[in-house]
């Protein structure tokens, strides 16, 4: 019986009692002050890395994982009482700190684990499910927990910035709230605006960041169901980890004669919103900044109401953690119109490029960019182009003559669409691919803009609204400055309705654009279909591209042509995770017989050469990003999977380790 097969045996078949084994830990990493066997933030640490140096888990016995634990997330008894609440992806990343395991659940509750076997220590239910019918936006998901421990004492903490808008402190080692912190144990996140704001278009599902005894918070501000041109700012404001109280604001639409306020003409800096950092972030304590990943201003496709290049949407912000002041910025997207946001954190790393040592900062993205910079002043690593793109026609629309380019590292996915990137399995397919498109759509580069409807075809964006990247984001090796990225090649249709008064906006593609699928339900274009690139940081050059996941190859127009790994399934793209020597992915499972069977797995590549080694089949799909701890001497590795709805199986948490 092969591992995969036995692993899928023992999940299927209920609890796993393992033994427990001793091997030393690998060195303590440069950048992180992480314990070696913990895992404190998203990307485990500060740097957001998403590297672990723990080293029982290789190439030779990944195979050999069984489950150790699972946990029943809090909100499957919920669902199974509330037939109104329908929860996304169980998608929290845990944590390990100090012997126990922290995880958030799709409804925004909390819990502690014991990190060997499992078993509830503690959690926290805010009931925010018995007032809110569902959260705005997204609906009910959240992706994850901080921890915090004061250095003037042992006092441990667990952060939470939640769906009602609420930021929560509470004791690591008994869930109990601080009543003390903010009023009443809680901050309210919709005050201290420099601006009136719609709080039911707000919410909040990512963790925060933290860096000494600051706690930075960013928002989610609904983007679908636009009529007016006034919309909540995307400001970026900072607290004081012990009291609650604000120690500052970063305006990321720039107020009155502030820096960059020009960029937004026609006063559109008093109205306009978003430009806000609804992912995680990055800190460097040493350099004393955090780095703010933005998103689109409103609204994500069209403009005219905001002409200009909109500083701080769509950039890097590097902001001192103890003023808030601006240190630096980079903007990846003048004047946005393809809702190509920063969905991710970027990542800390030091490099060394042409015999000299930088502290870098890399920044993935949507449009399948990597944005490689200094992160102590912000230059570039490697030359970014202006370079001149293609200008629409819609009325009122300003766009932007150029766009930045990086010269490296080489984009990690398809950007545009021409007639050569259409299917070509057989001569049929192509044929009936071209004939989709013919009166659908046009071919065009990288940032064509949208269309008016009626008045031309649109074209083809690829990468489409979910990317590229998107929130699961990147990971480094520290060993050899490697950056490893999962995306997704998609493509999309976005065209511009008019919005009659009282509607302000003038225009809008409601929601995120338009899937065009191919033949038979097969993709439009060429495989792969996901991928997993490595990126070599200190040359910017790609080390190895990989396609991730069997993705349609067993599909019936092709199963009889023998073909590779088309890469694709498991959603948007999967959350890496870098030790010693393995790369490790949800989903990516090889030789299955369906896309879905192919994306319940969780699977490991050799990081160096980019060889799949093998997959582990899950009861479901994996939604959170794997993380791995050591505990009583035993390496784990922790994935949420599941929905708790009955079509996407039960929200878990699974806890893997060796026999």
């Not at 890395?49 to 634990?69: C, R, V």
């Not at 400001?235 to 970063?250: E, H, L, N, P, S």
């Not at 004939?435 to 064509?448: L, T, V």
């Not at 896309?595 to 699977?603: D, E, F, L």
Request: net charge negative; charged share 20%; hydrophobic share 35%.
């Amino acid at each position: 019986m092969s591992s995969s097969r036995r692993c899928r045996d023992l999940v299927l078949g209920g609890l796993v009692v393992v033994a427990v084994g001793v091997m030393a830990a690998g060195p303590v990493t440069a950048q992180s002050s992480v314990p070696d066997g913990e895992w404190h933030a998203f990307g485990r640490d500060g740097a957001n890395t998403k590297y672990s140096p723990l080293d029982q888990i290789t190439a030779e016995n990944f195979g050999d994982l069984e489950i150790a634990w699972r946990w029943a997330s809090l909100s499957q008894a919920v669902v199974a009482e509330h037939e109104r609440i329908r929860p996304s992806a169980f998608m929290s990343s845990p944590l390990m700190a100090d012997g126990l395991v922290y995880v958030s659940t799709a409804l925004g509750q909390v819990a502690a684990l014991d990190a060997g076997t499992g078993e509830t220590v503690w959690t926290h239910d805010p009931r925010i499910y018995d007032y809110m019918e569902r959260p705005p936006n997204m609906g009910w998901r959240h992706r994850g927990l901080t921890y915090w421990k004061d250095n003037q004492s042992d006092d441990a903490r667990i952060f939470m910035a939640n769906h009602d808008l609420k930021l929560v402190a509470l004791d690591a080692k008994t869930g109990a709230v601080y009543q003390d912190f903010g009023e009443a144990g809680f901050v309210d996140l919709k005050r201290g605006y420099g601006r009136p704001i719609d709080a039911s278009r707000m919410t909040y599902s990512s963790p925060v960041a933290v860096a000494g005894d600051t706690i930075i918070t960013g928002s989610i501000v609904q983007d679908t169901n636009i009529r007016l041109r006034e919309a909540s700012p995307g400001d970026v404001r900072a607290y004081d980890a012990r009291t609650g109280q604000m120690k500052w604001i970063f305006h990321t639409i720039p107020q009155g004669d502030e820096f960059g306020v020009d960029s937004w003409q026609n006063g559109s800096w008093r109205y306009s919103g978003h430009a806000n950092v609804w992912s995680y972030m990055a800190v460097d304590e040493e350099l004393g900044l955090v780095y703010l990943p933005t998103g689109t201003p409103s609204n994500d496709w069209y403009g005219g109401m905001r002409p200009g290049n909109n500083l701080f949407a769509e950039s890097i912000i590097a902001v001192d953690i103890e003023t808030g002041q601006r240190a630096w910025h980079f903007q990846a997207i003048h004047h946005g119109l393809w809702d190509w946001d920063f969905p991710t954190g970027p990542n800390l790393i030091d490099i060394t490029v042409d015999g000299r040592e930088i502290k870098a900062i890399a920044q993935v993205s949507k449009q399948a960019f990597t944005y490689v910079l200094d992160r102590a002043t912000g230059e570039p690593v490697w030359p970014i182009e202006e370079r001149p793109v293609p200008q629409g026609n819609v009325p009122g629309e300003w766009y932007s003559p150029t766009q930045p380019f990086p010269t490296k590292p080489p984009p990690f996915d398809r950007q545009g669409m021409s007639i050569d990137d259409v299917i070509d399995f057989t001569p049929e397919l192509r044929a009936e691919a071209l004939e989709i498109i013919d009166g659908r759509a046009q071919f065009g580069p990288i940032f064509s803009p949208p269309v008016l409807r009626g008045d031309e075809l649109p074209y083809i964006q690829s990468p489409g609204a979910g990317g590229g990247a998107n929130w699961q984001g990147s990971a480094v090796d520290l060993e050899t400055g490697r950056l490893f990225v999962s995306s997704s090649t998609t493509q999309i249709l976005a065209d511009l309705i008019k919005y009659d008064p009282p509607a302000t906006i003038g225009y809008f593609t409601d929601p995120w654009g338009v899937g065009l699928s191919g033949p038979q339900g097969l993709p439009i274009g060429k495989p792969p279909y996901k991928r997993v690139t490595s990126i070599d940081l200190n040359t910017g050059e790609h080390a190895w591209m990989q396609p991730h996941g069997d993705g349609p190859r067993n599909h019936p127009a092709l199963v009889d042509l023998d073909l590779p790994p088309l890469g694709g399934g498991g959603g948007i793209t999967s959350g890496p995770l870098v030790t010693p020597t393995l790369l490790i992915m949800n989903h990516g499972g090889r030789d299955y017989d369906d896309v879905r069977s192919s994306s319940r797995t969780i699977s490991a590549y050799d990081k160096a050469s980019g060889e799949h080694l093998g997959s582990l089949d899950l009861p479901a799909v994996p939604g959170g990003n794997p993380v791995t701890y050591l505990h009583n001497g035993k390496q784990y590795l922790v994935v949420a999977v599941g929905t708790g709805k009955s079509e996407g199986g039960a929200a878990e948490l699974l806890a893997l380790t060796l026999p």
